[in-house]
């Protein structure tokens, strides 16, 4: 029952318009609280459970402290920096209570199924936008993103991060799968396509092809950059396992596959948006420019930031590009987190990307279980997508997009808890994944 209350709370923030709306914030943050107060009370009646999802819950409470501190003491605006806490609190409970869910095996690969399938839903209604002409999200006309595809999402770029992050989970699903067929055989991809149950592993990279050809469709040009450096990653992952073969096969037959769908459906549009981009970078109109007056704004508190949220604040008596509408966001999450948090805050929030991309890698090159391994590849994934595309965005900021990311996370340091030997091995025993030591699942 947790497990499913927490998908919905990451589920509905990602539908509601991407949980922009207050109404909807307010939504989720009043039912993680509730949840987080509920397993609590749990753990008091059971004797000691608790929500743990160190090592990366350490950065992520130091972060909340000094983000509280900040409202408290130096913001320059503290009622935009609460609601920024209040923001940064729900996903980080999120993560929390989807990393302390059930330890079932059977529970955790259907939360995991579930992801893909609302990753799959989210594909095909951007689909029929960017292909279908459909201008609505549920009952709203969209009028400045004609032709693109955004789902359930106002803005392209931030869709775009949410399916990278969506395909890269499935992926990793994908991988999972793979292995159950093999049975710790070899791989060959004339053997694979003889074993029974091998027509699943077509249809899951069907769709994992179309939530690339989502991404095309975003129009969105580090998005689509993001999603090829996604893939990439994981290729290389594969690389340090004994199914670099199969990263390569199965990586190629993706890329190969998003191409030609795209090339089908026609990339004109994708072709001449990054035709024009050197033209724009140049101008004193797009982001160079904006990171060019936000950084003395960020040197100025250098320190300790202006508080979480408050950029749009700042921002105004720096900014050249277009004075008269003053940018809310610095459209790079890290410079931005630098002017807002400082140095400090940035440091933590880069410890808690180290910790959750240790972590991943640990469950895929170490863990027995193949569904453990298949979570961390897909975390893998969407974590280079993250750190690629946040370089001119802010889908950080947006609560749909963080809330299913901290939840897809959380399910990273469940896996880990979940299988024990998912860790390094003692200096000279090695390991070869499912080969030796594998087990039946």
Known sequence: MFDALVLSIAAFATLAWGGNEPWAFALVAIATTALLAARALQG?????????????????????????LQWLFWSVEPHTTRLYLLLALSSVGLLGLAASGSRARSDLRRLVVAVAVLGA?????????????CEYIWNYR???SQGVATGTLINRNHYALLMNLFLASTAGYLYYRTERILQGEAFSPIRLVRLPGSGNLL??????????????????RTGIAAMFCSILAMMLAARTMHSKRRGAVFGGALVSGILVLAAYTGIDEVLARYESLPAQWQSDRDRPALWRD??????????????????????PAYETVQPDVPARYAHNDYLQAVAETGVAGLGLLLWAFAALGREAYRNFRYSR???????????????????VQEMTDFGMYIPGVVLMAAFVAGL??????????????????????AGSHRREF
């Open 121 to 133: 839903f989210e594909a095909a209604y951007g689909l029929v936008q960017y292909l279908g002409g």
């Open 142 to 144: 969209r009028i400045s």
């Open 369 to 387: 279980d193949p569904l453990v391994r298949g979570i961390g590849l897909g975390t893998i994934g969407w974590m280079a997508a993250m750190a």
């Open 412 to 433: 990273n340091l469940r896996a880990r808890r979940m299988d024990p030997l998912a860790v390094a091995p003692a200096s000279g025993a090695g390991h070869s994944g």
């Open 294 to 315: 936000a950084w003395p704004m960020a040197r100025k508190r250098l320190a300790f930031g202006s508080g979480l949220g408050t950029f749009r604040w700042t921002y």
């Open 44 to 68: 008091l009646w059971r004797g000691g459970r608790r929500i743990s999802a160190a090592p990366v819950g350490v950065p992520c409470i130091l972060f909340l402290a000094w983000v509280a």
């Open 203 to 220: 249809w899951i990279l069907l769709w994992i092809v179309l939530m690339g050809l989502a991404v095309v469709g975003s129009l969105s």
